[in-house]
T-cell receptor, first 113, second 114 residues
Framework: DSGVTQTPKHLITATGQRVTLRCSPR?????VYWYQQSLDQGLQFLIQ???????AKGNILERFSAQQFPDLHSELNLSSLELGDSALYFC????????????FGEGSRLTVL | GNSVTQMEGPVTLSEEAFLTINCTYT??????LFWYVQYPGEGLQLLLK?????DKGSNKGFEATYRKETTSFHLEKGSVQVSDSAVYFC?????????????FGTGTRLKVLA
């Protein structure tokens, strides 16, 4: 158990809809990262938050947005969903000290029909 | 820029065979290097890490040595088991603008046959 919690684990929705994925980082971790993993593809970095502020942006579509709340949990909002958005979405947190290794949640599997 | 290149899979081995998964990197400065493992249906787990040149990371029989002269961090295991079947990701991290940036390789799928 990494200590990072993601909900929901599975989500099935239709094209055009909007969903919210939630992530609770490990206790004490200030940084949250979001990644997308499509079938047979590697990890695509989406966005990073540190203590409530956006720190880095990767290949995140304009239809996607995220935020980190004062209690440090984060939400990833995906709107106007398309078939190609079907993927595993991972959240990871980091203590931002020393080696800064990432701790991953188990992911939220999104299926868009 | 910084990057990670790892061998393409899938790699298929028989149980008790020797495993090597190659990973090379390009980086300025002195990144930390990691191997993560993703078992079916799960998230990524840190397998081992090394933070400076010549460091050897090891865990669960896996080893990797931080080779600055060859910019490599190859993953090895002397005798694989069926339970090692997973996807392995090489990664590096470096400090940037007060935080850490991570670069992941594309992953190498390992299948171990009984």
């Amino acid at each position: 158990d990494s200590g990072v919690t993601q909900t929901p684990k599975h989500l099935i929705t239709a094209t055009g809809q909007r969903v919210t994925l939630r992530c609770s980082p490990r206790s004490g971790d200030l940084s949250v990262y979001w990644y997308q993993q499509s079938l047979d593809q590697g990890l695509q970095f989406l966005i990073q938050y540190y203590n409530g502020e956006e720190r880095a942006k990767g290949n995140i579509l304009e239809r996607f947005s995220a935020q980190q709340f004062p209690d440090l949990h984060s939400e990833l909002n995906l709107s106007s969903l398309e078939l190609g958005d079907s993927a595993l979405y991972f959240c990871a947190s980091s203590v931002e000290r020393n080696t800064g290794e990432l701790f991953f949640g188990e992911g939220s599997r999104l299926t868009v029909l | 820029g910084n990057s990670v290149t790892q061998m393409e899979g899938p790699v298929t081995l028989s149980e008790e065979a020797f495993l090597t998964i190659n990973c090379t990197y390009t980086a300025t400065g002195y990144p930390s290097l990691f191997w993560y493992v993703q078992y079916p249906g799960e998230g990524l787990q840190l397998l081992l890490k090394a933070t400076k040149a010549d460091d050897k990371g090891s865990n669960k029989g896996f080893e990797a040595t931080y080779r600055k002269e060859t910019t490599s961090f190859h993953l090895e295991k002397g005798s694989v088991q069926v339970s090692d079947s997973a996807v392995y990701f090489c990664a590096l991290s470096f400090p940037l603008s007060g935080t850490y940036k991570y670069i992941f390789g594309t992953g190498t799928r390992l299948k171990v046959l009984a």
